[in-house]
């Protein structure tokens, strides 16, 4: 008995010792600085110094900003956390912003989805931020920014999730200075300039759409004012960007199929931004409208970022070399291709700006021309092919000879899986550093090529910080001058002067040969591109290369005359100009041409 009564005696003091304790230990936990291996303890976000407290309606939200923020582009970091004092102040303190430079949002995880778009549109509105470079971060149970990213599918370079054993600050850390190294292409794939543009007002607006801050929009008439774009081929829209001299308060974006029947995607009231940039879930359009009722507006540019619908028809596949060097690619194979026989092949090689790792930017618009067109629905039923678009990193270029045997061994594999490919209908087309790359491919393996299709560019020379390399395409030409090829390039190339394309024709035509050669005339590129070098979007729309191509046969190379061709003579603008008699926007040069002794 007695033991039970000191019993009952000790047991309250102890608890009420205990609960001293634990009350101590969270106060001095509150006010101590952790070190940076120790695990986060709880505090209120509020609390976080090193970032601004921001608040969209009823949305709140923590903001640190680099001091570099009005000067360049920067990385975005979504961080969906709830009380991490440590952990935000150590990012805002951290080299990752002081000289990485990034916008850090630090969101609640209990954020709705519509709200942290809301924030996502604000701060690309107000900033202007690195596409290559948005990144989402997960702390502990929270799927907010997972959650965004099912819907909005262009918007991230990559999310991550931390779990709530590995909230460390010095974890978190190396967590967000991996995160950038990451980088992918633009994600939303082009700006698009389309020739198809018009408008219910009496004021031209497709000089508003070239990305100059010199050209603006001011529509004449009051009420209702409206802006449609519309493209050749079905579209993915996933982001839209307005500029303007002052503030649209409301506007509104909508997309169709046909034309008549309109949806709206997003609608926008009480702005207070002079640029407007949005997010959208992807939508297909053949169709962008955008409508606005307010007077005296000045619009500087109206982009739409989209990408081809058809490209989503392409795999995702990646080539590991012996060295385990990897080569990306997208590959197009025909819904029926078990009730196909014969089938032709199309290598496609992209250009410089869309080199990288994302596998994806070389399909979209402007810019995927020469891959898309060839799956477009009505080609395929005519011509069904397989369709294969590598891409190569920043630091690589085609001519590379680990690139060309990635590429060789692409193709033969393709064989393997495929035994109905004929091998005498391999092609390839590329456009400027892609021209380049499909005649060294041919220089290697004459043997593998039925046809080739150079747009934009064929003799080598530099490429960005690329150092100058011995000229290969010319002296090599005898290699590969038999194989039917079509050159197309703009007369005012600001890239790559048509000059040297000249050259190469001239090299054919001193050994007997006249490839087809169709040059844009003056001026003509730049109407429906925002580069003279564009000269893919006109060439990949020129129906007469869908034939030509399809017709040609390994086993039937081209046979030199016995004599040369007159060289291609230098033309000013005014004389090429003149040269086409029947309104039409080039002239095919190979016309323009006789033997010679």
Not at 112 to 122: A, F, H, I, P
Not at 531 to 543: G, K, L, R, V
Not at 563 to 577: L, M
């Amino acid at each position: 008995m007695k033991n039970i009564s000191n019993y009952k005696i000790i047991m309250p003091v102890l608890v009420i010792l205990v609960a001293l304790i634990v009350v101590l230990i969270t106060n001095n936990q509150n006010d101590e600085t952790i070190d940076s291996d120790s695990e986060i303890s709880t505090v209120n976000l509020q609390d976080a110094p090193a970032f601004d407290e921001q608040k969209i309606d009823d949305i709140s939200y923590l903001l640190s900003l680099p001091d570099t923020v009005d000067e360049e582009l920067v990385p975005l970091i979504i961080i969906s956390s709830n009380n991490q004092q440590q952990v935000l102040n150590a990012l805002a303190d951290s080299s990752i912003q002081t000289e990485k430079k990034a916008v850090l949002i630090n969101i609640s995880t209990s954020i709705s989805k519509d709200d942290l778009k809301t924030v996502v549109d604000e701060i690309r509105s107000t900033y202007s931020i690195e596409d290559s470079k948005v990144f989402g971060i997960n702390m502990g149970d929270s799927s907010a920014i997972t959650d965004l990213e099912a819907d909005f599918k262009k918007l991230f370079t990559n999310v991550i999730t931390i779990s709530p054993d590995n909230i460390e600050t010095e974890k978190i850390i190396a967590e967000v200075d991996n995160l950038l190294e990451q980088s992918r292409g633009i994600i939303y794939n082009s700006t698009v300039k389309h020739q198809h543009v018009s408008t219910n007002s009496n004021t031209p607006v497709v000089d508003a759409l070239d990305e100059s801050p010199d050209t603006v929009w001011v529509p004449e008439e009051n009420g209702e004012k409206e802006v449609i774009i519309a493209f050749d081929n079905e579209i993915v829209v996933s982001r839209w960007q307005v500029e303007a001299n002052q503030p649209i308060t409301s506007m509104t974006l909508q997309t169709s199929l046909d034309g008549e029947k309109w949806t709206d995607i997003d609608v926008i009231q009480s702005n207070n931004h002079n640029r407007v940039d949005r997010i959208l879930p992807a939508t297909n359009a053949q169709y962008v409208r955008f409508t606005t009722d307010e007077d005296d507006i000045e619009i500087a540019e109206l982009e739409i970022y989209a990408e081809y619908a058809v490209a989503a028809s392409f795999s995702f596949e990646e080539y590991t070399n012996a060295a385990g060097n990897t080569m990306p690619y997208r590959l197009f194979v025909p819904d029926n291709i078990d009730q196909l026989t014969d089938i032709p092949v199309i290598l496609s090689l992209h250009g410089s700006g869309q080199r990288g790792t994302d596998n994806n930017q070389h399909l979209g618009i402007t810019k995927g021309e020469g891959t898309i067109l060839w799956t477009l629905p009505e080609i395929q039923k005519e011509h069904p092919a397989l369709v294969v678009a590598p891409q190569i990193s920043p630091d690589q270029l085609w001519r590379d000879e680990e690139v060309m045997n990635s590429i060789e061994h692409i193709l033969e594999s393709l064989k393997k899986t495929y035994p109905d490919i004929d091998t005498n209908r391999i092609y390839a087309t590329g456009v400027s550093i892609g021209a380049e790359g499909i005649y060294n491919l041919a220089i290697k393996n004459p043997d593998l090529y039925a046809a080739l299709l150079p747009v934009a560019g064929g003799p080598n020379n530099p490429v960005g910080d690329a150092p100058p390399v011995e000229e290969t395409v010319i002296p090599n030409i005898s290699k590969y001058a038999d194989i039917p090829a079509w050159l197309m390039q703009s007369y005012d190339d600001s890239v790559r002067a048509h000059t040297l394309t000249n050259e190469l024709v001239n090299a054919y035509r001193e050994l007997g040969y006249n490839p087809k050669y169709t040059v844009y005339l003056p001026g003509e590129t730049e109407k429906v591109a925002t580069s003279t070098h564009s000269s893919w979007i006109y060439a990949y729309q020129d129906e007469r290369i869908i034939d030509w191509l399809f017709s040609q046969y390994k086993t039937d190379r081209v046979v030199p005359e016995n004599k040369s061709y007159q060289p291609v003579e230098e033309y000013s603008e005014e004389e090429i100009t003149q040269l086409e008699t029947d309104r039409r926007h080039y002239i095919d040069l190979d016309e323009f041409t006789e033997l010679v002794e």
